[in-house]
């Protein structure tokens, strides 16, 4: 589907309202909720277990259990290359439980009318469907929002722990981010299913 961002008019679209695994493109619904609650960029937050927990099975990470990272490189970790291991660590630092957080995104989903979204899981592993159409408005929110869409435009982004045990580059996935073309902002989201 492509839809006007100013007006939110279809330009085009085929299978738009066919139902498919969004994969880790559900953190643009996590991302609207942390925004939402405040999430505070200057912070540092500490991965422990119950975020290595909610990120297993999905890609490899690079955020050690215990080690303390700033709020900010931790959304750039979400964000560019969807590490798992992130949106239950930010949801602990706006007082949000893993349960808190997935109830608030598909709220938000709800509340942007995005009726053929249906959230399982706050990371995108498993379980997560919606449609094209859904999927375009939510980047459209997300695009509104000048850190999100600061942070989708963002290329390469280097991440480092507090005490500097881990180092090192996230990569944007978005494959348009790296031609000639200006975006706005974009997510990507993979799994066998998706």
Known sequence: IAIDVATGDVVFARRADEVRPIASMTKLFAALVLRAHKLDLSRSTTINHDDAVAGAGGAST???EGQRFKNSDLLYAMMLSSDNRTPTALARSVGLTPDDLLVAMRTRAADLGLSSTKLADVTGISGNASTARDMALALREAIRDPVLRAYMT?????V???SNVVSGDYTSTVPALW???QILGGKTGWTEDA
Do not use: G, I, N, V
């Open 62 to 64: 690079m955020l050690l």
């Open 154 to 158: 963002t290329k390469r982004a280097h």
């Open 160 to 162: 480092a722990s507090e």
């Open 179 to 181: 031609t000639k073309h």
